[in-house]
Nanobody
Framework: VQLQASGGGRVQPGGSLRLSCTAS????????LGWFRQAPGQEREWVSY????????ASADSVKGRFTISRDNADERFYLTMNRLRPGDTAVYYC???????????????????WGQGTQVTVSS
């Protein structure tokens, strides 16, 4: 049972990247799927989440309108599409998953029990 993140890289300001997170050993049905990021010296920060049962999505104000979380129903994979990237978006990005449950906020790292290994995103000219 694991998640594997990929798709990071170096991009110029204003550019785009799509991160992928592949689940193995379990199905993403009935899970909340999240993306977080952590810049050097900073705490891990929530970016976006998606609840599979009702297809609800939410994103942090800092990325709203630029980043989109989505899930591929054909296989056990979900994505973070990032547009209009800024230098402030530079961080290691982590995908996470947890079974949907009552009382969970999905904005806190402590609400997730499965994590990918992280992928570096660098936005620089």
């Amino acid at each position: 049972v694991q998640l594997q993140a990929s798709g990071g890289g170096r991009v110029q300001p204003g550019g785009s990247l799509r991160l992928s997170c592949t689940a193995s050993g379990f199905t993403l049905d009935y899970h909340a799927l999240g993306w977080f990021r952590q810049a050097p010296g900073q705490e891990r920060e929530w970016v976006s989440y998606f609840t599979v049962s009702n297809r609800y999505t939410a994103s942090a104000d800092s990325v709203k309108g630029r980043f989109t979380i989505s899930r591929d129903n054909a296989d056990e994979r979900f994505y973070l599409t990032m547009n209009r990237l800024r230098p402030g978006d530079t961080a290691v990005y982590y995908c996470a998953a947890t079974m949907e449950g009552i009382g969970l906020d999905y904005r806190s790292p402590s609400d997730y029990d499965m994590w990918g290994q992280g992928t570096q995103v660098t936005v620089s000219s």
